[in-house]
């Protein structure tokens, strides 16, 4: 079975600022994981992933996380946010089989002026 | 092309009753899966379907149950309605069935039962 773990509930952050929002994961299987985004009464929209390869993954918007096997953390990054960049944050992992996506508790990233 | 579709937006239910939810994945998508989501327990994963079968099944009792045509149109359905089972339904498709596939979400559906 996987568990992920959002270490924040609440990240509070100005505008232009860094952010890192974390994530650790605990499975007994090689897994894949992803961060997706939910704004305010929408669905989830897939941020980033992490099959294989390089392990530090990017986003078009300009976040970016890091895959750490020997910490079990796929952190999520932003060098400078945006009012835009408001909205909650969930982690995830899959299997290598299945479509099952076992989420973090997601955190709410408040971007202020 | 047009994103994952679900009907109805909004549900009010009361204690007892069953409600069906629809959901149309992407046009060319075989796999459909759904989740539900509460502030008490997070995104919790309830089922997903290929090929009109169920081929993962997530901890919930069996009143929640759904099933997938076979142009890939899914539905769930909840019996016997709980004030607990007061969620954001949502439903996700991909074009296969491996865990490296992206997952597309639909807006959910929210269900009230009073």
């Known amino acids: 079975a996987q568990s992920v773990t959002q270490l924040d509930s609440q990240v509070p952050v100005f505008e232009e600022a860094p952010v890192e929002l974390r994530c650790n994961y605990s499975?007994?299987?090689?897994?894949?994981l992803f961060w997706y985004v939910q704004y305010p009464n929408q669905g989830l929209q897939l941020l980033l992933k992490y099959l294989s390869g390089s392990t530090l993954v990017e986003s078009i918007n300009g976040f970016e996380a890091e895959f750490n096997k020997s910490q079990t953390s796929f952190h999520l990054r932003k060098p400078s946010v945006h009012i835009s960049d408001t909205a909650e944050y969930f982690c995830?992992?899959?299997?290598?089989?299945?479509?099952?996506?076992?989420f973090g508790a997601g955190t709410i990233l408040r971007v202020k002026s | 092309k047009a994103g994952v579709t679900q009907t109805p937006r909004y549900l009010i239910k009361t204690r007892g009753q069953q409600v069906t939810l629809s959901c149309s994945p992407i046009s060319g998508h075989r796999s459909v899966s759904w989740y539900q989501q509460t502030p008490g327990q997070g995104l919790q994963f309830l089922f997903e379907y290929f090929s009109e079968t169920q081929r993962n099944k997530g901890n919930f009792p069996g009143r929640f149950s759904g099933r997938q045509f076979s142009n890939s149109r899914s539905e769930m359905n909840v019996s016997t309605l709980e004030l607990g089972d007061s969620a954001l339904y949502l439903c996700?498709?991909?074009?296969?069935?491996?865990?490296?596939?992206?997952?597309?979400f639909g807006p959910g559906t929210r269900l009230l039962v009073l």
């Open positions: 499975s007994s299987v090689s897994v894949y």
């Open positions: 995830a992992v899959s299997e290598k089989v299945g479509n099952k996506l076992v």
């Open positions: 996700a498709s991909s074009r296969g069935q491996g865990g490296q596939e992206t997952q597309y």
